[in-house]
């Protein structure tokens, strides 16, 4: 089975940017499709972005589009969450989650088999 690392995560004030790296261990990370999930306090986890095991299909929460930006290095078992023009509401702690490659990008959170632990983003007004 594969294994995911979060990192990146940080202290920003809005408007500001941060760039989330999701690192994979243990199988290559290519056979996968990824997302990224995030959670705030008293919240359900909400699906942010997802990207196909190619790279070629992506999907994006309504709330972040246009603002972040995923993407994929295969080569390096890596996966990224560039995130543009934060906003206060987008603090959370953001994982990252990854299942078998298929066609359709899944937006469910039980649709992924292997979880990060998580990385913390909290943006200042």
């Known amino acids: 089975q594969v294994q995911v690392v979060e990192s990146g995560g940080g202290l920003v004030q809005t408007g500001g940017s941060l760039r989330l790296s999701c690192a994979a261990s243990?199988?290559?990370?290519?056979?996968?499709?990824v997302a990224w999930f995030r959670q705030a306090p008293g919240k359900e986890r909400e699906f942010v972005a997802g990207i196909q095991w190619t790279g070629v299909n992506v999907h994006y929460a309504d709330s972040v589009k246009g603002r972040f930006t995923i993407s994929r290095n295969n080569a390096k078992d890596t996966v990224y969450l560039q995130m543009n023009s934060l906003k206060p509401e987008d603090t959370a702690v953001y994982y990252c989650?990854?299942?078998?490659?298929?066609?359709?990008?899944?937006?469910?959170?039980?649709?992924?088999?292997?979880w990060g632990q998580g990385t913390q983003v909290t943006v200042s007004s």
């Open positions: 243990g199988r290559t990370f290519g056979n996968y499709n």
């Open positions: 989650a990854a299942d078998i490659a298929k066609y359709r990008v899944e937006s469910a959170p039980s649709q992924y088999s292997y």
